[in-house]
């Protein structure tokens, strides 16, 4: 960006992005980073399993799955006060950053030590392996992370705050009113994983979904294109534009294919 953009001042896309700001918030963001990273290192890694728990992972923020899909729930605090409030008197909740975080620069420390202020609940260091929480736990609560469907393949219910595919298993709850969370996490401490229902939606699945690598498909075209994604304004030429099409034929052909069979599933399904 510094050295490649000339447009500072006549693109929207750049507006108030100087080249001093932005080298400047890249060094702030640096140190912020690292300061952040110590104090989650700084937790304790070992883990009392003798008291029944249950699991709380982070979700992203800012991120499209809170924003969007879950805008009730976008702040985690007040989610994690309630699961405290409405879990059973003996149980704890044990709270665990998501790697993906330090993509947005982790959360500011501030926000962590609330979070251990909150009464029952234990904030766990971030590189504690997931499986073992998940094989101690008896109940997974997220507000719409992919946790809970990993938690069902270790035999554990779980509870979601927004309707996500995977909510249709019947070791799924879904909340929809915060009054009736007790109730909820009573229920699901009460349920049964049941292997066949996970094997038929992993079949569902499986007949409905094809392998694409968007993350790699993304990344190629933004190398190509864009000076990997930090500029909008770049010209394409016709040859550039070529190139990347003749090189990633196979997989645009892959996708088109598929697309196509959808489409006349739909239309045929529509005249029957």
């Not at 985690?76 to 709270?95: A, C, D, G, T, W």
């Not at 997974?140 to 035999?155: D, H, P, Q």
């Amino acid at each position: 960006y510094i050295f490649q953009n000339t447009n500072t001042k006549t693109h929207y896309h750049y507006y108030g992005k100087t080249k001093s700001k932005v080298f400047t918030y890249f060094l702030k963001s640096f140190f912020k980073r690292k300061m952040r990273k110590n104090f989650l290192d700084s937790l304790n890694s070992e883990i009392d399993f003798n008291q029944p728990f249950v699991y709380f992972p982070l979700g992203v923020s800012m991120e499209r799955t809170l924003l969007i899909d879950s805008p009730y729930f976008t702040n985690q605090l007040e989610v994690i006060r309630h699961i405290s409030k409405s879990i059973p008197v003996n149980f704890q909740v044990f709270v665990k950053e998501t790697q993906t975080q330090a993509s947005r620069d982790w959360r500011p420390i501030s926000f962590y030590k609330e979070i251990m202020k909150i009464p029952n609940v234990k904030l766990l260091s971030h590189n504690i392996p997931s499986d073992i929480i998940l094989k101690n736990c008896l109940l997974v609560m997220t507000i719409r992370g992919s946790t809970g469907l990993e938690a069902a393949f270790y035999n554990k219910p779980s509870i979601v705050f927004s309707n996500i595919h995977y909510a249709q298993l019947p070791s799924v709850r879904l909340v929809k009113e915060l009054d009736s969370l007790p109730k909820i996490i009573k229920e699901a401490l009460n349920t049964n994983v049941n292997p066949s229902d996970v094997d038929r939606y992993l079949t569902f699945l499986e007949e409905n979904t094809i392998e694409f690598d968007w993350y790699d498909f993304s990344s190629k075209y933004q190398n190509l294109m864009n000076y990997g994604g930090n500029l909008h304004d770049v010209e394409i030429s016709e040859f550039k534009a070529k190139q990347f099409l003749e090189t990633s034929k196979s997989v645009i052909e892959k996708l088109t294919f598929e697309h196509m069979k959808k489409i006349k599933w739909y239309k045929e399904n529509e005249i029957n």
